[in-house]
């Protein structure tokens, strides 16, 4: 059984940009407000536990973020 890899890889930052060219993948990043960093080679490296927050996938849907309101349950 292979990990997940930390990081994305550089055709699916493509698949999420739209873009092959680096320097449009870090002009789309930045409007969308992403974090990401820049490797030596100007391309842009994001990690994959960021991204799948980012798209709504981080598990935390349906959850609830407080307590319930049990003193609502109870008769008046």
Do not use: S
């Not at 349906?62 to 049990?70: C, D, K, Q, T, Y």
Request: hydrophobic share 40%; proline share 7%; with cysteine.
């Amino acid at each position: 059984m292979n990990p997940t890899p930390l990081l994305l890889t550089p055709g699916e930052v493509q698949e999420i940009t739209g873009f092959k060219m680096n320097r449009l993948q870090v002009a789309w990043l930045r409007q969308k407000g992403w974090r990401f960093e820049l490797n030596a080679t100007g391309r842009p490296i994001v990690a994959r536990r960021y991204a799948e927050k980012m798209l709504g996938c981080d598990g935390d849907e349906g959850r609830a973020h407080h307590m319930p309101n049990f003193g609502a349950l109870r008769a008046v």
